[in-house]
């Protein structure tokens, strides 16, 4: 009688055991995948983060925790103490999403300013660190600017998208190529179309934010990233 109570016991605690843990996502980046904006503040011209909208595509049970910072770097990030608290937060199973290489090329900018090779190894950083602590890392090529020159769109990233990539070639990473996605998006549509999505020639709006969410959610899921 005993040994039958016993196996009750185990057979109701088992699912809880093996039941399966909601997303629990860390978002590091820029402003193009930062909180700009409060939901009640949106309007056609505001600024909107697509790491706002992300959770719209998510499974309901998921918690996004959004760190991106307006301007930053994987140089300020860094430096600056944003990452450390990332990573005091961090645990196993998470996942953690990284996307930077928007500033990284101004020169004269000295709090930003990272060589192709100073950004490799900041991500580098960064990887190993989630790592450390039991997180799966997924990188995230720039988000591409609104930027045209004589009607053709004119690439601003100067190799640090390329950088990402073969960032995450190196370390068997998923990549969420949002450089390539964007950049055929804002073509297709050129540059009156293209500013329907975008605040600014960098930032994008609520609509833009949408597909960039939309995009990085489904990509995660089609790469079976757990949680997706």
Known sequence: MKK????????????????KKPLTLFL???????????????????????GQMLPKYLPDDAIVENHAVDGATTKSFISEGQWQEVTARIKRGNVVMIQFGHHEYDEEDYRHFST??????????????AQK???????????????FKDTVLYPRHGGYAEAVRRVAAHAHLPLIDVDDY????????????????????IRLNEEGAKQVAKMVAQSAAEQKIKGF
């Open 4 to 19: 039958l109570f016993i196996l009750l016991v185990l057979a109701m605690l088992l699912p809880n055991v093996y039941a």
């Open 28 to 50: 590091v980046g820029d402003e193009t995948m930062a909180e700009l904006t409060q939901p009640e503040d949106v309007t056609d011209s505001a600024a909107v983060g697509w």
């Open 116 to 129: 192709i090779e100073y950004f490799e190894n900041n991500l580098l950083q960064m990887i190993k660190e």
């Open 133 to 147: 602590k039991g997180a799966k890392v997924v990188l995230l090529t720039p988000t591409a600017k609104n930027f």
């Open 182 to 201: 964007t950049t055929a998006f804002i073509e297709n549509r050129g540059e009156e179309g293209a500013a329907e999505f975008f605040a600014d020639t």
